[in-house]
């Protein structure tokens, strides 16, 4: 009997809880009128501005949830937020209105959106005329100082004055009207961006006065040097380091763009004559390195996408790193012990590398200690066992002789001769274990 009553009462409780169920899923969904009275709204704004706005929100019936205000242009959300509206009443916001490139003046629509618990909304509209600001000038803030840009024509502004070459700048727009708000524009994406303040990267020809300018509607802005070889556009790697892989042959002709004609280039890579340049070193695939900080270029041998090594049969490239040289001069650029600086010798063909160097400015007169290698790195040398010359001025390290074995040095009681020209030239015919260095006074 005890089990029969436990039962009818374990019955009960589940029949109860099915039909709390039941009841639960017939609740009706849909229910309540949101209702929205637009109480504060503008009808014309600028570009850049904050939209002020008050509205009134009412459910008679059922609890509100949120209150979504969007603000399109051309059927496209711009901007917008969400306000939760736990009760009905009077809720105020503001709405930026973005500043973007290359919008004209024209009408948005402002969208206002009340939803309650039960998602049903109601949807009011408002249209806004929004034009462009005329701002009365710009501000551009160059390392700490700031230069006044005036207005020149509809949405241009440019200002004049001494620069360096390189002039990383970002430019500030000021606050225009009751709810205006400052615009900054700067570098993002490889191009100018309002609402960041990462320098534009300006750069000119020379330092000096030149003019700086830019359009708030296009973001159309000068000066930019192009730097280019042969029509093609180098790529900034770093800061001040441009870099183009090209493949060229002998005596073909270079134009240069961008870098001008006081830079410092290899001659034993870039052969000059008259205004015109044309490549001196052996067909093949070169990688070229502008410098604008030492107003220089330089070039290093490929393979594929990959610097040249030594190749078994005596092509590809040589190395130089050590002491006492360095292009375009030893005093501002020594090649010192570190690989990332390494001096590519110039392939000449026949297996014969070629390095000119001048004394007192590429290299040191009165002490050098730099020897070969097979790469830009640590991995394969020229010794003493792979290396000799007979030059009266220049002696390769046996250990013994004050030099290391492979690196060289100058003969005792020897100095190069102060703006002399000397030309060095690795002769691997024979061997890369028979290699003949000569050294040439010119």
Known sequence: MKKLINYLA????????????EDELIVPYGAGEPAIEIVKSPTASLFGDSL??????SDKSVALSTLKVQLLFSDEVVSEQTIRTKESGSYSG????????????????????????????????????????????????????TYRMSKVGPNQYEVSDEFKMKAPAYIEAPKVGEFGNK????????????????????????????????????????????????DTDMEMVEDEIFSLDLTINKDEELTFEGMPAGWWVDKDYIRQDGDKYYFNAMSGKYRFIADLGKKYIKVEAMNGNDLARLNADGTGAIWIIGEGVGKPSVADNQVGWDPGKAICVTPMGDKKYQVTLVGGQSINTDNINFKFFHEKGWNGEFKNTDL???????????????????????????????????????????????????????
Do not use: H
């Open 10 to 21: 374990f019955s009960l409780l589940l029949s109860f809880m099915f039909s709390c169920k």
């Open 52 to 57: 002020q706005y008050t509205v009134n929100v």
């Open 94 to 145: 503001k709405l930026y209105v973005p500043f973007l490139k290359n919008i004209p003046n024209g009408s948005a629509l402002l969208k206002f959106t009340l939803q309650n618990v039960q998602m049903v909304s109601k949807t009011e509209e408002k249209v806004v005329t929004i034009a462009r600001p005329d701002f009365p000038y710009l501000d551009l803030v160059a390392e700490g100082k």
């Open 183 to 230: 615009i900054q524009f700067g570098w993002e994406n490889k191009g100018i961006q309002q609402g960041v303040n990462t320098p534009i990267p300006f750069s000119n020809a020379f330092d000096g006065v030149y003019k700086i300018s830019f359009n708030t509607l296009t973001y159309a802005a000068a000066p930019f040097v192009r730097y280019a070889i042969n």
């Open 388 to 442: 000799t010359t007979t030059s009266d001025l220049i002696l390769v390290g046996d250990g013994k002789n004050g030099r290391d074995p492979g690196n060289l040095g100058l003969q005792a009681g020897k100095k190069l001769e102060v703006g002399a020209t000397y030309v060095i030239v690795v002769d691997l015919s024979e061997g890369n274990n028979k290699a003949k260095l000569t050294v040439t006074k010119q």
